[in-house]
């Protein structure tokens, strides 16, 4: 008898859940108008309830991570975050390249490039930028890394609101807009994760700390790719082609937010603070660990901000 209870509740759970479920893509529908129906049953694009539910996990897991770890030794996991940072750098690889020779043989407009005009080559593009998506759940990764290495300085307001808005933003991306203009922004930001996942993944081996001095130009790279990518962005405004104006707003606008924080984040690090303060701040013959000092470097637009590892 409480196992047919048990059944029943977990069905009227189930049907009270896909309600919700409706009402809420109804609701997204209705505000933003038709989905692109090729990409109509692609993995977790039809319901943005996975997306939103895996956003409120990731959340949780912060908090109750933290909890967790407060009274407990932090973890090394030095050969997990060389896989994680190689696995990484290798997706980022394929999706540089699988983007560029997309939109090439697609005849991509630079400027301005709708979302029908190159044919086959426009679902092409599409599954890329699928994986770009997927890639931002995948990231999810790099704040429970600082959470079980009790790195909590590191989990900063720009870290989770950059992960988590990401994540959500390419949900609605792939809907609407999964190819065409949308094809620019992934294709810088997956450059600039080889980069820096390559210099995460190196740093683990202390062998290689002597030749890690290229940080701050990697953060100067980040804060280029937003300004070409905001550039590209409104090129589209000025010479519309058909791409929705709306999408166009909302992304440039949500990078102004990002290059905002990245600017402030900048100052607080580069600027303000002398290199000799650094220096002095770490006592001779004291280890760098994992090849990052406390200086504090972040990246926006699909990348994550990071301190020392």
């Known amino acids: 008898m409480g196992m047919v209870l ?3 509740v977990v069905l009227v759970l189930a049907e009270h859940l896909k309600a919700v479920d409706d009402e809420i893509n109804a609701f997204l529908d209705y505000m933003f108008g038709p989905r692109d129906s090729r990409v109509r049953g692609w993995f977790m694009l039809d319901s943005y309830l996975p997306t939103f539910l895996l956003t409120v996990m990731y959340l949780l897991s912060i908090w109750l991570g933290n909890k967790y770890m407060k009274n407990r030794p932090a973890l090394s996991l ?3 975050l060389t896989l994680y ?10 999706m540089l390249a699988e983007l560029v020779l997309s939109s090439w043989e697609g005849g991509y ?8 005009g190159a044919g086959d080559a426009d679902i092409r593009v599409a599954k890329v930028l699928w994986w770009y998506y997927f ?27 950059h992960h988590a808005s990401m994540f959500n933003i390419w ?9 065409g203009q949308s094809f620019f922004g992934p294709t810088l930001n997956s450059f600039i994760h080889i980069l820096m996942y ?21 953060t100067q790279a980040q804060l280029v790719q937003f300004v070409l990518t905001i ?3 409104m090129s589209g405004v000025v010479r519309p082609c058909g791409f929705p104006f709306g999408c166009l707003i909302f992304q440039s606008s949500y990078m102004l937010t990002l290059v905002i924080l990245f600017l402030n984040f900048y100052v607080q690090t580069y600027r303000k603070k002398p290199v000799k303060t650094v220096v002095e701040e770490l006592p001779a013959g004291k280890e760098v660990k994992n090849g990052f000092s406390k200086a504090y470097f972040t990246s926006t637009n699909g990348v994550m901000s990071k301190k020392a590892q």
């Not at 407009?109 to 029908?116: H, V, Y």
């Not at 949900?171 to 190819?179: A, D, K, S």
């Open 6 to 8: 048990e059944v029943m």
């Open 78 to 80: 030095r050969g997990i």
């Open 85 to 94: 940072n190689l696995g990484i750098t290798l997706l980022s690889v394929y």
């Open 109 to 116: 407009n630079l400027q301005c490039q709708d979302l029908t």
């Open 135 to 161: 890639s931002k759940l995948i990231e999810f990764l790099d704040t429970i890394f600082f959470v079980l290495r009790k790195k909590t300085s590191q989990i900063t307001f720009l870290h989770v609101y």
């Open 171 to 179: 949900w609605c991306v792939l809907n609407w807009i999964p190819c």
């Open 198 to 218: 390559s210099y995460y993944g190196l740093s683990v081996f202390p062998s290689m700390h002597k030749y890690l001095w290229w940080k701050k130009y990697l």
């Open 231 to 233: 550039t590209h962005t």
